[in-house]
């Protein structure tokens, strides 16, 4: 199973930008769809974005559109996640996960997640 772990969470006023960067274990293969979920306290984890590894099948989740962007460096092997014009709302640890086959929006499809990196949004 490959090893995931985020990075760049921290404290940001409302409006403001951070970059989460999720480091990989070794070259990931094709077939590697990549992805980004959140969870707050008392809630649901929550799909963000999510791609695959050789850079189509982009997706995002209606409340991040047009504010965040998922990349992926194929020379770093890692899969970032570009965090504009934060809302109170965004508060939450991110979690990078991975599974093989097309990004979906279901947590239980992925089966190597990281750590998680807590974001806070202040107003």
């Known amino acids: 199973q490959r090893q995931l772990a985020e990075s760049g969470g921290g404290l940001v006023q409302a409006g403001g930008s951070l970059r989460l960067s999720c480091a990989i274990s070794?070259?990931?293969?094709?077939?590697?769809?990549m992805a980004w979920f959140r969870q707050a306290p008392g809630k649901d984890r929550e799909f963000v974005a999510g791609?695959?590894?050789?850079?189509?099948?982009?997706k995002y989740a209606d409340s991040v559109k047009d504010r965040f962007t998922i990349s992926r460096d194929t020379a770093k092997y890692t899969v970032d996640l570009q965090m504009n014009a934060l809302k109170p709302e965004d508060m939450a640890v991110y979690y990078c996960?991975?599974?093989?086959?097309?990004?979906?929006?279901?947590?239980?499809?992925?089966?190597?997640w990281g750590q998680g990196t807590q974001v806070t949004v202040a107003s």
């Open positions: 996960a991975l599974r093989v086959g097309a990004p979906t929006t279901g947590a239980s499809d992925y089966n190597s």
């Open positions: 070794g070259r990931p293969y094709s077939s590697y769809a």
């Open positions: 791609m695959r590894w050789t850079g189509g099948g982009t």
